[in-house]
């Protein structure tokens, strides 16, 4: 199970807002047949999948400000592919959430 980490920044329209476009890509994930786990976040969206359907759908993602208007898009991606182990976001945030409980404990 990989998990892909990715920020999209529309350039070139006259607002500088980006939530029609994260709508937008959150819509297009919320529709995919694809089986993926998708969570929103403040600054970016994560998804967990296959690595290959990942890859699929972030070249879907990187056309979506295209298809709103915007002549130009950066995209930041980082993908975190672990083979040695079964991985997934909840299982990261459950071992990082015992760590802290660990830590309180010993106070």
Excluded: C, W
Aim: proline fraction near 4%; avoid cysteine.
């Amino acid at each position: 199970m990989a998990i892909a980490d990715i920020t999209v920044i529309p350039l070139g329209k006259e607002t500088t807002g980006v939530s029609d476009v994260v709508a937008e890509i959150h819509s297009l994930l919320e529709h995919t047949a694809e089986p993926v786990s998708v969570q929103l976040t403040p600054m970016s969206t994560l998804i967990e999948g296959d690595a290959a359907v990942l890859y699929s759908l972030l070249a879907e993602i990187h056309e979506v400000p295209f298809k709103l208007g915007f002549k130009r898009t950066a995209v930041n991606i980082r993908i975190d592919d672990r083979r040695d182990k079964d991985s997934n976001m909840a299982g990261k945030l459950a071992s990082v959430n015992t760590r802290l409980k660990d830590k309180d404990g010993d106070q």
